[in-house]
């Protein structure tokens, strides 16, 4: 528990490079008395409206929570909800140097939610490979500075965004800092299942259960698939470790040449899972930039999740609240089971 505690404390400072596909949340809250007498749907009475950063913005902004800081790489829109999460982002003190302006519209995911309960989602995106004029801003961008951060999170919602080429350059880039440093840059990546060898020499990945499934090609029924299904991943991406998310049966860890660990969820009640994968790979990947191993990391990843799925919305976790828990939680130093 005394490693869990230190470990909060010290990523205060560090610096994250988030990039990825960049959304903005907006929700739409209110109540419902009765179904429309047009079709047989609720009628949602409107109370508040706000707009939220979502998809690699979130994961910027539960790094933001946590006491470090971060930047953003990504592609908006010339646009108003370009323009709106450009202000969400400063309001945190975040620059926003490494935002793209593209020829396709912001990302927005829209939700209604009425009693606690999301009513209908409906999303406005355009995907696909951007321009190369697009491509080309980014990998600059990526160029000059790679080297000022201490870790990058690579936010995959397969937008387009994400892609080989990208990925290779950026790879490039930070073989070539650490070669030129002698400092790791770990890239943590949690990906969508689609061309899984764009992620081929990240440091670690995340994929949730189906995530996984699809990756590996294995239906996990039982923790010999489990094995199977990550064994593979490993391979699959030559990572060093795959972190397999499984809701409430918690986390999965397999790191190269040792055996399969399982990590219990800590949440009490789960209210609303958006965003818990943000928050997920944000404390992974504070964890590995200040020299934590994977196990360890993945702990207070671990422990993250089961606070914001306590929550209603795109969510993130303060250090006080991963105190709290961490003090309040007898079980922690033996939350690890190995599945050899």
Not at 164 to 173: C, D, G, S, V
Not at 315 to 327: G, K
Request: net charge negative; hydrophobic share 45%.
């Amino acid at each position: 528990m005394s490693e869990l505690e230190g470990l909060v404390q010290q990523v205060a400072g560090k610096k994250i490079l988030v990039v990825g596909d960049i959304i903005v949340d907006h929700f739409i809250w209110g109540t419902v008395s009765r179904i429309s007498p047009e079709a047989p749907v609720p009628v949602v009475n409107v109370t508040k409206e706000e707009l939220l950063l979502g998809g690699g913005a979130n994961v910027l902004h539960n790094i933001y929570s946590l006491g470090a800081e971060a930047v953003l790489c990504g592609i908006i829109g010339n646009d108003e909800m370009g323009g709106r999460l450009q202000g969400l982002l400063q309001d945190l003190g975040a620059s926003t140097h490494g935002l793209v302006k593209g020829k396709r519209p912001t990302t927005v995911k829209t939700r209604v939610v009425a009693q606690g309960q999301q009513v209908v989602r409906f999303d406005r995106e355009q995907t696909g490979t951007p321009s190369e004029t697009t491509i080309a801003a980014m990998n600059s961008f990526l160029e000059e500075n790679i080297a000022d951060f201490d870790a990058i999170i690579i936010s995959d919602y397969y937008k387009g965004v994400i892609s080989k080429p990208l990925m290779n350059h950026l790879l490039t880039r930070v073989a070539q800092v650490e070669k030129e440093t002698g400092r790791k840059i770990p890239v943590v990546v949690d990906p969508k299942p689609e061309q899984p060898d764009r992620f081929f020499g990240a440091t670690l990945i995340t994929p949730n259960h189906i995530e996984a499934e699809k990756m590996s090609g294995i239906r996990i029924r039982n923790i010999e698939e489990l094995r199977a299904a990550a064994e593979i991943l490993l391979q699959q991406v030559g990572c060093q470790a795959v972190l397999i998310t499984r809701g409430e049966a918690g986390m999965a860890l397999l790191e190269k040449g040792k055996e399969l660990v399982s990590i219990p969820t800590t949440a009490r009640e789960v209210f609303d899972v958006t965003g818990a994968g943000d928050t997920v790979i944000a404390v992974l990947a504070l964890g590995l930039a200040v020299g934590a191993p994977f196990g360890v990391a993945a702990a207070l990843a671990n422990i993250a999740a089961g606070v914001v799925v306590g929550k209603v919305g795109t969510a993130t976790v303060s250090p006080e609240e991963l105190l709290a828990v961490l003090h309040g939680e007898e079980k922690i130093e033996t939350a690890f089971t190995s599945c050899g």
